[in-house]
């Protein structure tokens, strides 16, 4: 069965919050996002998982001014699996305070919860080859 229009919209504008949140300061609204066992999956960078929303919210405060000023994100594309959840890749772009960038895939997985859409899982990782190393020697 082909995710509903109607979902697609739902899980694009789920992902999108996040960023909105973060950069907002509005870490207390993460649930909106998130399952209450988020895993969070952050080892590209060398800072390992986060399980659960408390852990979520102290870890974005412990990195404090490193933390990226502005979250985006785009190019999303969806795939329901055959379990009902929905796998979701989107690129992230942070915008830090001195005005350097970065980029990231996002790779959710994404369930329907009583309340809606949340994110369950997280992996992000880091771009910083082109082409994923294609073609480096």
Known sequence: MALALEDRLAIGELIALHGHL?????????AEVFTPDVVYDLSDFGQGQVTGLAAFTEAALALGA????A????N?????ADDGRVRARSK?????????????????TVVRAADGWRICHRR??????????LGQD
């Open 22 to 30: 973060v950069d907002g300061g509005e870490l207390h609204r993460t």
């Open 66 to 69: 490193a933390n990226p000023v």
């Open 71 to 74: 979250h985006h994100v785009t």
């Open 76 to 80: 999303v594309v969806m795939e329901e």
């Open 92 to 108: 992230g772009l942070g915008v830090m305070a001195d005005g350097s960038c970065g980029s990231v895939t996002y790779e959710d």
């Open 124 to 133: 992000v990782l880091a771009r910083r080859v082109p082409l994923n190393g």
